[in-house]
């Protein structure tokens, strides 16, 4: 299981859709306070539609207290990798491995550089064309998990469908 991880997020819809998502690839979601929004808004639930029993939401007050608990799993090989637009390296640089921690920051400012300058080496970027700021953060996402899925192979997700009525001939 990959954890997805929102440092301060701010806007509630985003937050929604990221736990859709998450609820549909067995993903945990790790929200770290302050939160610009409260999880019982309306418009978060909206956004997570029915999903939200199927997800694992775990808060934080702080990044550290986010440390403390996930010390466990981080000491026993667990990386953590640090999206910004600030990396020097793609998200598709780096070998993600079940366990693993994917770092986002708040909508409005990202992650801290301080944050950033201690993990430089595990901090990765979505190219993007232009001078545009970044990408919405539900997408931002979406791309880095579905990235580390597909390098274990999408382990346990469902790979096939199928047409009401039968197959096609």
Known sequence: MFNIVLLEPEIPQNTGNIARTCAATNTALHLIKPLGFSLDEKSLRRAGLDYWDKVTVKVYENLSDFYEQ??????????LYFAS????????????????????GKETKGIDEAILRENYDRTVRIPMWGALRS??????????????LRQNGFDKLTLTGK????PMN
């Open 70 to 79: 996930n010390k466990e799993n981080i000491s026993a090989g667990a990386n």
């Open 85 to 104: 637009t600030k990396a020097a390296k793609t998200y598709v640089d780096v070998q993600y491995k079940d366990g693993d921690y994917i770092v986002f």
């Open 135 to 148: 990408l919405n953060l539900s997408n931002s996402v979406a791309i880095i998990l579905y990235e580390a």
């Open 163 to 166: 047409l009401r009525g039968g």
